[in-house]
T-cell receptor, first 113, second 113 residues
Framework: GAGVSQTPSNKVTEKGKYVELRCDPI?????LYWYRQSLGQGPEFLIY????????DSGLPNDRFFAVRPEGSVSTLKIQRTERGDSAVYLC???????????FGDGTRLSIL | GENVEQHPSTLSVQEGDSAVIKCTYS??????FPWYKQELGKGPQLIID???NVGEKKDQRIAVTLNKTAKHFSLHITETQPEDSAVYFC????????????WGAGTKLIIKP
């Protein structure tokens, strides 16, 4: 497709479980971002990739959160030992470069029971 | 760090009238200001953006104005239509991390038929 694709669209799991969220960026976009959005709020920055490397992971809330982008395209956000407070919509965006317009996917709605 | 405030939180206008949403930012060196529209269950969609070397930008019914001295920027939508109903977010990009967007809290725009 032409846009950013995120899977799954919804994920429900129990507290303590491990989850992986996937993002397929727009073809040719070297920059990729993960954000988290809680109800009624703007997105909150988590991590920024330029190519395969995480150029800035300062937004990751703690060491339970990790993200990879091994081939510079698809990215996976991984959350270990999930907590109820991790429930949110996780958004992925991509852009041609670090200072270029960001285009978002529709997000993964994560619910931790 | 950069802080973005957005007003109003909710705006209700009659179909056909104009809508204006305002944002202020704290870091005078911020240089990129996008506006996003988010519909229920969807990711944010970039609708217009402006860089600090420009005072105004228009795209059909949508315009953005930037006042660098006052550190505020506004979204103007003319001839509003029912499909304009959504949550609108402003954002600013600080110069020391120009890939990162700092978001306003959003404005829920309601177009009354």
């Amino acid at each position: 497709g032409a846009g950013v694709s995120q899977t799954p669209s919804n994920k429900v799991t129990e507290k303590g479980k491990y989850v992986e969220l996937r993002c397929d960026p727009i073809s040719g976009h070297t920059a990729l971002y993960w954000y988290r959005q809680s109800l009624g709020q703007g997105p909150e920055f988590l991590i920024y990739f330029q190519g395969t490397g995480a150029a800035d992971d300062s937004g990751l809330p703690n060491d339970r959160f990790f993200a990879v982008r091994p081939e510079g395209s698809v990215s996976t956000l991984k959350i270990q030992r999930t907590e109820r407070g991790d429930s949110a919509v996780y958004l992925c965006a991509s852009s041609l470069g670090g200072n270029q317009p960001q285009h978002f996917g529709d997000g993964t709605r994560l619910s931790i029971l | 760090g950069e802080n973005v405030e957005q007003h109003p939180s909710t705006l209700s206008v009659q179909e056909g009238d104009s809508a204006v949403i305002k944002c202020t930012y704290s870091d005078s060196a911020s240089n990129y200001f996008p506006w996003y529209k988010q519909e229920l269950g969807k990711g944010p969609q970039l609708i217009i953006d402006i860089r600090s070397n420009v005072g105004e930008k228009k795209d059909q019914r949508i315009a953005v104005t930037l006042n660098k001295t006052a550190k505020h920027f506004s979204l103007h939508i003319t001839e509003t239509q029912p499909e304009d109903s959504a949550v609108y977010f402003c954002a600013a990009s600080p110069p020391d991390s120009n890939y990162q967007l700092i978001w306003g809290a959003g404005t829920k725009l309601i177009i009354k038929p």
